[in-house]
């Protein structure tokens, strides 16, 4: 890969990883200087959608990096583009939050807030799926020698893929047991960040972690 190709690539992959460490920190931020409809209005960073622009201004950014991005492969430009299908649906789709009725028209398509948060969950759902996938199994590959310090960042991406396996299979278990709702806030964070670091390592953001050329 030419000089110019590869410092693209890793521009798009770090500006990936910085999107999803920021975004429920500016989500957070921004919704908490706006008037509180109700005390549930941190529980998700999906519920400060009503009340900030910022994971509308953050996620579809990052979608649309995902969906334009050109892997080494096809397996790895349908991965990343459906992950930045499903991340424009998380938009699209709003959930449903305690201060706003059943049947109130939400989202780009006014549709009823209940079918909306049913989108909105499987949207999440396959994208976190997706880009765990992603971590986990493709930017594991290795076309060359593997040095010690590919050996290193691989277990990086197989810890962030796994977590986010395994935050996820946690998520589906709490909402079953009516865990308390500012436990999704909790994960929501820990998938974004492990999200983040997955793709800053790819995009070679840490030194330490990186080949170091000869010559």
Known sequence: MQSKERKMYMRIRNVCGLLGVVLPWLALFSAGLTPHPSPEWWWSISATYYQSPALVGVLCPASLVLISYIGYNKTDNWVTSLSGVFGLGVVLFPCSVS???????????????????????GCASLFFLLIAFNSYFLFTKSAGVMTSRKVIRNRIYRI??????????LFAILSLCDAPGYTVMIIEIILLHLFGLS??????AFPCFNDVEEG
Do not use: A, R
């Open 160 to 169: 962030c893929g796994g977590g986010m396996l395994l935050f996820e299979v």
């Open 199 to 204: 793709w800053l390592t790819k995009g070679e």
């Open 99 to 121: 201060w706003i009725p059943e049947g109130t028209p939400v989202g780009f398509f006014q549709i009823p807030i209940e079918i909306s948060q049913y989108l909105h969950n």
